[in-house]
């Protein structure tokens, strides 16, 4: 008699797709971030290698984020000191002319005073000291030479300063040139991978990446309320950025990285927060459960803080996910990103 018996589904076959695909993940994983990936022969594997670069491009710029936004803060500094070590020179020069007259009027009455000539050459503090000590000098004189030599300190003091901070801006920009090959080299890689794709291939690809950009529109974010009209006012404007393109160091208006769009987005409001995700981690008050998040709440995601967005409600992030995206929402669990916590600001 004939078995009538189903035939077992292939679940074989599937357990050594996943372990394959594992065995695959953790090779990449282990290869040197400078290395180039080894093509995948399937589209699916070169797509998550392609996807791995990707994140590790967005990594690589949140760093280069870091160190121009203190770049930036250095240059402010060094050119507030030397703005005021310009104003401090034409007071200096003002009183240079006035120790000068002191110094000519002496020279009138019967020649200059040995301690004038001293401060006029190279020693204002042992001027100073033996002018304490001679009546050929009024207090008044005296008030003007004591101030000369006060600017002259501050002045040297802040030409110092400003040499120095412009020493450690020099090494960051350094740095922010060898951050942007990074940078540039994980994005050649990815792409380097994407070329060797068939066409159909690509194209499979690249019409996944556009459901997710037009599946946006249509998103249920719910109807529950931001916890402040801050938050609620800085979500209305990422969410009219919707569509926009990623690109990495962007922070708006018509492209964006991940930070750039938060930091971007509350800046409308009348509001600073820190450029980059890492530092945005710890703006605000931490909300640690996905449940207690209201839409316009940063959610930071991946293990090194690498990653923002805001919270949009219904389980949902808006954020400017990575190269080749658009500003858009998707699912948080759907992410691949894992979750670490809210802050709200």
Avoid at 34 to 45: I, L, Y
Avoid at 141 to 161: G, I, Y
Avoid at 182 to 198: D, E, V
Avoid at 226 to 237: L, N, Y
């Amino acid at each position: 008699m004939a078995s009538h018996r189903r035939p077992k589904p292939p679940r074989q076959t599937y357990a050594t797709v996943l372990t394959a695909t594992a065995v695959a993940a953790v090779a990449l994983s282990a290869q040197p971030a400078s290395a180039d990936p080894v093509p995948d022969p399937t589209q699916k594997g070169v797509k998550a290698q392609v996807d791995r670069l990707y994140e590790q491009a967005t990594q690589s710029t949140e760093k280069y984020n870091g160190a121009k936004e203190k770049a930036d803060a250095l240059q402010k500094k060094v050119a507030a000191l030397q703005d005021t070590a310009a104003r401090k020179q034409v007071g200096l020069n003002e009183l240079r002319n006035r120790v000068g007259a002191i110094a000519a009027a002496q020279y009138r009455n019967g020649g200059m005073d040995p301690s004038v000539q001293l401060l006029l050459s190279s020693d204002p503090d042992a001027f100073l000291e033996q002018a304490a000590l001679t009546d050929r000098v009024s207090d008044r004189e005296m008030t003007v030479l004591r101030q000369f030599q006060s600017q002259q300190r501050e002045l040297a003091q802040q030409r110092t300063q400003a040499s120095k901070m412009l020493e450690d801006l020099q090494d960051i920009r350094g740095g922010l040139g060898s951050k942007k090959k990074q940078i540039q080299g994980k994005l050649a890689a990815a792409q380097k991978l994407l070329n060797t794709l068939s066409a159909a291939e690509k194209a499979k690809i690249a019409a996944e990446e556009e459901r997710a950009n037009r599946a946006t529109p249509r998103t249920d974010l719910g109807n529950e309320a931001s916890a402040s009209q801050r938050a609620a006012a800085a979500f209305a404007a990422a969410k009219s950025r919707v569509g926009m393109p990623y690109v990495w160091g962007a922070t708006g208006p018509g492209s964006f990285d991940c930070s750039g769009l938060t930091s971007w987005a509350f800046k409308q409001t009348g509001v600073s927060i820190p450029r980059t995700s890492q530092a945005q981690a710890n703006a605000g008050t931490r909300i640690n459960s996905l449940g207690d998040l209201k839409p316009g709440d940063l959610i930071i995601m991946r293990g090194d803080l690498s990653h923002v967005g805001f919270y949009a409600g219904n389980g949902q992030i808006l954020h400017a996910p990575k190269p080749g995206a658009q500003v858009r929402y998707e699912s948080i669990a759907r992410s691949g990103m894992p979750f670490m916590w809210g802050v709200r600001i």
